[in-house]
T-cell receptor, first 108, second 113 residues
């Protein structure tokens, strides 16, 4: 069965420090991976998807099929990056499976 | 452009009372529609999804049900709420022609007392 694992519930860093939010998945087929973000008092929104291979708000994520990982990275964290981050896996056309989320806190 | 709305935003209901959360999507046709529940420490749990009018798939057996009476309307219901039904409920949609990205509504906070 498909599964998404985010091992850290909370990640606390100082402003300017590098950030890596870990995500591992299990799926036997060819998955599509996403990162969603939920800022305080805002709706859950798409941050980036692996097929786009883009950088959004300084964040990047590379799909590593060998390690079945899709870690989210940013070289220099900003206070406004503080939010809840969810890794998600899509299979087929029907559903999206989410990890349990990682709360990122960036302190000044 | 497409928009999604769900209501009510907050709801406090006594145990044993019925529930109806509504969700509508505008600016698109024949979307996939979803109901998720977001609980602390448990992440986002898919409850129901629908690929068309009257077509409902349940992912988790529970005290809730879903219906899709119209193409762009998705309703989450319960006949008798339990304390464990408390949580944050999110409606979402995906347009199949635009890939697998899912877009979420604002969410509804349900507190069962």
């Amino acid at each position: 069965a498909q599964r998404v694992t985010q091992p850290e519930k909370l990640l606390s860093v100082f402003k300017g420090a590098p950030v890596e939010l870990k995500c591992n998945y299990s799926y036997s087929g060819s998955p599509e991976l996403f990162w969603y973000v939920q800022y305080s008092r805002q709706r859950l929104q798409l941050l980036l998807r692996h097929i786009s291979r883009e950088s959004i708000k300084g964040f990047t994520a590379d799909l590593n099929k060998g390690e079945t990982s899709f870690h989210l990275k940013k070289p220099f964290a900003q206070e406004e990056d503080s939010a809840m981050y969810y890794c998600a896996l899509s299979y087929g056309y029907s559903t999206l499976t989410f990890g349990k989320g990682t709360m990122l806190l960036v302190s000044p | 452009s497409q928009t999604i709305h769900q209501w009510p935003a907050t709801l406090v209901q006594p145990v044993g009372s019925p529930l109806s959360l509504e969700c509508t999507v505008e600016g698109t046709s024949n979307p996939n529609l979803y109901w998720y529940r977001q609980a602390a420490g448990r992440g986002l749990q898919l409850l129901f999804y629908s690929v068309g009018i009257g077509q409902i798939s349940s992912e988790v057996p529970q005290n809730l049900s879903a219906s899709r009476p119209q193409d762009r309307q998705f309703i989450l219901s319960s006949k008798k709420l339990l304390l464990s039904d408390s949580g944050f409920y999110l409606c979402a949609w995906r347009q199949r022609s635009s890939g697998n990205t899912i877009y979420f509504g604002e969410g509804s906070w349900l507190t069962v007392v």
